[in-house]
Nanobody
Framework: QLLLVESGGGLVRPGGSLRLSCAAP????????IGWFRQAPGKEREGVSC????????NYGDSVKGRFTISRDNAKNTVYLQMNSLKPEDTAVYYC????????????????????WGQGTQVTVSS
């Protein structure tokens, strides 16, 4: 069973930055497409970004385009979400998700496409 572990969340002021990491101890992620989702209290889970297994294809939600960057280091078996210019509305629990998929494609926001999920990391943007 592939277990995903997110880290890097925390409290940051508006305009600040955070970098989230998604790792899978004991598993090799290079054949998995990875998605980042977030869920704020009382709201549905929202697709933030995704990256194909090779890293050649990425997608971003409209609300984060130009501010967030997804990347992966397959040598380190880790996927990152660099979040800049954070806003209070970015406050949510952030989850990474994975699906074994070798084609250069990923599905943004489709929770049913992903087979494995992490426990989430809290991101709070507040002054």
């Amino acid at each position: 069973q592939l277990l995903l572990v997110e880290s890097g969340g925390g409290l940051v002021r508006p305009g600040g930055s955070l970098r989230l990491s998604c790792a899978a101890p004991g598993f090799i992620l290079r054949d998995y497409a990875i998605g980042w989702f977030r869920q704020a209290p009382g709201k549905e889970r929202e697709g933030v970004s995704c990256i194909s297994s090779s890293g050649d294809s990425t997608n971003y939600g409209d609300s984060v385009k130009g501010r967030f960057t997804i990347s992966r280091d397959n040598a380190k078996n880790t996927v990152y979400l660099q979040m800049n210019s954070l806003k209070p509305e970015d406050t949510a629990v952030y989850y990474c998700a994975a699906v074994w998929f070798q084609a250069p494609h990923c599905r943004l926001g489709d929770t049913r496409w992903y087979d494995y999920w992490g426990q989430g990391t809290q991101v709070t943007v507040s002054s």
